[in-house]
């Protein structure tokens, strides 16, 4: 038996069909990133896990620190939950470029280099650069000029390696996964100083024992924020304006003094 009319009834269903897939899948392209966050119900965050006390995994296994914090402040505001991916520092920003996460909170420096590729919000921690070294050396090692000649530790692909590359080009740089391996280098004198974050070398240097001190005042000031890709405004409004209500509300500062003793946020 032959049913023309319903073989060509069935191809308009088949073909209504593939047009609504792909009307479908076209609209979800069309999403912005904040609507699709918003879908999802979770904002992806790139963090390290592993750099205290910004980010770092306790003793229960629960990631914990000032950024942890933060970010599920900030995801409160924006009306979703805080979603961790942890991911090593020297490939956190390809890990954004491959959508990995939606975001990095993770002590990003704001550079004309990151901005070139990436958007940033307005800080959340100003900070600048600290000179840690050994106490025989702290008299010596105190300004950035010092540091020429000497085998000075610095984080891989981070922001204090890409400065002391192009202001002391005389240093011997050593690069470091971790701050544990690189303080252990200090301590037995493979390395005569680190730079690091002066938020962070005061948390360094709580847990040393007396055996590393800060040398000098902190200098090249710097501003951190949270990194995202580009050509998402929409997201990138949202984050500012929640930062602006935690700033507002007093929640900015309360999360700094609780982590730091101070408020580290402007």
Sequence with gaps: MHFPRLRGLLSVVVLAGMGFGAATSAAAQDA???????ERGTIRIGVEGTYPPF?????QGNLVGFEIDFAKAVAEEMGVEAEFVPTKWDGMLAGLDSERFDAIMNQVTITPERQEKYDFTQPYTVSGIQIITTEDKADELTTPEALEGQAVGVGLG????????????GADVRTYDDNVASLQDLRVGRIDALLNDRLMAGYLLRRSDGAVVAAGEPFSKQRMGVAIRKDNPELLAALDQAIDDLRQSGELAEISKEWFGSDVTQ
């Design 32 to 38: 912005s990133l904040l609507d699709q966050i918003k």
């Design 55 to 59: 980010n770092y995994t306790d003793e």
């Design 158 to 169: 981070s922001n204090y390696e890409d400065w002391l590359r192009e202001n002391a080009p």
